[in-house]
C-alpha cells in the first residue's frame, strides 16, 4: 500500500515566522520527492523538489529528507501572507514510477 | 511553452448520466497523470500514462471510469455512468518520462454530480 501523510493542520503562523510542514512516505524505495503549493480553487504549482538526503534550499524555502526515516519537510522562513495556502507533498513511487499525493497541510499566515 | 489544456472548465450533471473530460498535454511530455480532488483533500491519482500505454490504474472505478490515451498525445476520461460522490474537480498534469521530473498542471475541470 503507498501512501503519503501530511498533518491536515490548519497550521497558522505569525507574519515572519517559520513555518515547518511535515510528510511521511511508505515506500523505502520512493526516490524523489517534491512539495507543491495549492492556492484556493488554483492547481497545484510545485515550489520544489528533492532527491537525496540532507538539506536543500530555494530562496525562503528549505527542503529536507531523511530516506531512513522516511520523512521529508519543507520550511518556510520569513513566512508571508501570501503563503497562505494549503502545501501537497508528493512522492515518486520507483516499483512503479508512480507519483502519491498527500492529503495536504492548509498554511495560515497572519499578518 | 503551451502549459496544459483542459476542457471543460466546469461540468455540471445529473446523477446517471455520462460525462467525458480532455486533455493536452505539453508537448514532448510522455507522461500524463489524472487525478481527482475532492474539497479538503489532496489529488488522487486514477491513472497515469506513459506515452500511449497505462502504468497505473489501480485507483481508477473500471466500472464507471474509463480513459484513454491516443496516439500518445491527448487524452479522455469518461465517467459512465456518474455518481454523487464523483463531484470533485479532475486535474489533468503531464511530465517529461522519468519519476525526477516535476508535473504540470492543467487548470482542471470542475465536476457537479446533482
Known amino acids: 500500500q503507498k501512501e503519503v501523510e501530511q498533518n491536515s493542520g490548519p497550521l497558522s503562523v505569525p507574519e515572519g515566522a517559520i513555518a515547518s510542514l511535515n510528510c511521511t512516505y511508505s515506500?523505502?524505495?520512493?526516490?524523489?520527492f517534491f512539495w507543491y503549493r495549492q492556492y484556493s480553487g488554483k492547481s497545484p504549482e510545485l515550489i520544489m523538489f528533492?532527491?537525496?538526503?540532507g538539506d536543500k534550499e530555494d530562496g525562503r524555502f528549505t527542503a529536507q529528507l531523511n530516506k531512513a526515516s522516511q520523512y521529508v519537510s519543507l520550511l518556510i522562513r520569513d513566512s508571508q501572507p501570501s503563503d497562505s495556502a494549503t502545501y501537497l507533498c508528493?512522492?515518486?513511487?520507483?516499483?512503479?514510477?508512480?507519483?502519491?499525493f498527500g492529503t495536504g497541510t492548509s498554511l495560515t499566515v497572519i499578518p | 511553452e503551451a502549459g496544459v489544456a483542459q476542457s471543460p472548465r466546469y461540468k455540471i450533471i445529473e446523477k446517471r448520466q455520462s460525462v467525458a473530460f480532455w486533455c493536452n498535454p505539453i508537448?514532448?511530455?510522455?507522461?500524463l497523470y489524472w487525478y481527482q480532488q475532492i474539497l479538503g483533500q489532496g489529488p488522487k491519482l486514477l491513472i497515469q500514462?506513459?506515452?500511449?500505454?497505462?502504468?497505473?490504474d489501480s485507483q481508477l472505478p473500471k466500472d464507471r471510469f474509463s480513459a484513454e490515451r491516443l496516439k500518445g498525445v491527448d487524452s479522455t476520461l469518461k465517467i459512465q455512468p456518474a455518481k454523487l460522490e464523483d463531484s470533485a474537480v479532475y486535474l489533468c498534469?503531464?511530465?517529461?518520462?522519468?519519476?525526477?521530473?516535476?508535473?504540470?498542471f492543467g487548470p482542471g475541470t470542475r465536476l457537479t454530480v446533482l
Open positions: 498534469a503531464s511530465s517529461r518520462a522519468g519519476g525526477y521530473n516535476e508535473q504540470f
Open positions: 515506500d523505502r524505495g520512493s526516490q524523489s
Open positions: 528533492i532527491y537525496s538526503n
Open positions: 508528493a512522492v515518486n513511487f520507483m516499483s512503479g514510477n508512480q507519483f502519491y
Open positions: 508537448s514532448g511530455h510522455a507522461t
Open positions: 500514462f506513459q506515452n500511449n500505454g497505462v502504468v497505473d
